[in-house]
């Protein structure tokens, strides 16, 4: 079956500018999670929907973060007036329920210039 | 908070060794689930396995093997009679059923095995 799709995989962009980023989580699953990863670190968590709803968001940088999932399936991560240190590839996982196991798509590398 | 802790930054062995990557976690939730993820160098993150709290028993699965210990709250992960194809970096995970359910990921372990 399909997995976790993320679009674009690459997105190059300039400082000041604003951008979004699309996540297509396996279908049926109803928990889905944005994370990012710097080169050499782990996966950091930015935020997690459960349905529609922002369950978590605790680990969203600032206000120039913002995530959206309204009909309980795609997300989009939406980032205002990026800025160089944004850079990094954010990455989506979806689950079956927020106790099951993350499956995670292949990320989009976003790089501010 | 929680925290999950991989000293071990690089580990390079010979092909067929068998090798260890560990895994320290802090949580104050009683309930909580460890994961392994492998990330090779095409970057997709690959789910290996999750193991409950209250289910210490070690699991093995072909080369793969893995030992929790409450007690010192460890979940290490053994690869036996490693494999080029095992070359990846490998995250140990955390999540939590009262307090964090997104994974906190530790720093993660690069295995470079050599043919």
């Known amino acids: 079956g399909a997995g976790v799709s993320q679009t674009p995989s690459n997105k190059v962009t300039e400082k000041g500018k604003y951008v979004e980023l699309r996540c297509d989580p396996i279908?049926?699953?109803?928990?889905l999670y944005w994370y990012r990863q710097s080169l050499g670190q782990g996966p950091e968590f930015l935020i997690y929907?459960?349905?529609?709803?922002?369950?978590?968001d605790s680990g969203l940088p600032n206000d120039r973060f913002f995530a959206v999932r309204p009909e309980g399936s795609v997300s989009t991560l939406k980032i205002q007036r990026t800025e160089r240190g944004d850079s990094a590839v954010y990455l989506c996982?979806?689950?079956?329920?927020?106790?099951?196991?993350?499956?995670f798509g292949p990320g989009t590398r976003l790089t501010v210039t | 908070a929680q925290k999950v802790t991989q000293a071990q930054t690089e580990i390079s062995v010979v092909e067929k060794e068998d090798v260890t990557l560990d895994c320290v976690y802090e949580?104050?939730?009683?309930?909580?689930?460890l994961f392994w993820y492998k990330q090779p160098p095409s970057g997709e993150l690959v789910f290996l396995i999750r193991?409950?709290?209250?289910?210490?028993q070690n699991e093995i699965s072909g080369r793969y093997s893995w030992n929790f210990q409450k007690s010192t709250s460890s979940f290490n992960f053994t690869i036996t009679a490693s494999q080029v194809v095992d070359s990846a970096v490998y995250f140990c995970?955390?999540?939590?059923?009262?307090?964090?359910?997104?994974?906190?990921f530790g720093s993660g372990t690069r295995l470079q095995v050599q043919p």
């Open positions: 996982a979806s689950s079956l329920n927020f106790q099951g196991e993350q499956y």
């Open positions: 279908s049926g699953h109803t928990a």
């Open positions: 929907f459960q349905g529609t709803g922002a369950a978590d």
């Open positions: 949580t104050r939730d009683t309930t909580y689930y």
């Open positions: 193991r409950n709290s209250f289910d210490e």
């Open positions: 995970a955390l999540s939590e059923r009262g307090g964090r359910r997104a994974l906190t």
